[in-house]
């Protein structure tokens, strides 16, 4: 079992910037991805953005050019930066890992961190 913590949620203005961090209680390195998913209230959660442990990376239409995924697998820590945030930002992201298909299938989740951007 891998438990995952998000942290660096909080509220920021609109075209603000905040890092948020998933850490892993052991290594999920081991060919698979990790991802950060969002859920905003009365909407379905929706896949912000992927990468794999060799670092290839996806991002959603609405998200390219303004954030980034990375990760730090001697850490086993995920990150992403958002930059130039947008009230539509505002969300609980999750961090998700252990895809070892590339197919979406993440068994380990962790309780989510709120972002909030204001206008």
């Known amino acids: 079992q891998v438990q995952l913590v998000e942290s660096g949620g909080g509220l920021v203005q609109a075209g603000g910037s905040l890092r948020l961090s998933c850490v892993a209680s052991?290594?999920?390195?081991?060919?698979?991805?990790m991802a950060w998913y969002r859920q905003a209230a009365g909407k379905q959660r929706e896949l912000v953005a992927r990468?794999?442990?060799?670092?290839?990376?996806n991002y959603a239409d609405s998200v390219k050019g303004r954030f980034t995924v990375s990760r730090d697998n001697a850490k086993n820590t995920m990150y992403l930066q958002m930059n130039s945030l947008k009230p539509e930002d505002t969300a609980v992201y999750y961090c998700?890992?252990?895809?070892?298909?590339?197919?979406?299938?993440?068994?380990?989740w962790g309780q989510g961190t709120q972002v909030t951007v204001s206008s």
């Open positions: 052991r290594s999920t390195s081991s060919n698979n991805y």
């Open positions: 990468i794999s442990t060799g670092g290839s990376t």
């Open positions: 998700a890992a252990g895809d070892r298909t590339g197919r979406g299938l993440y068994p380990y």
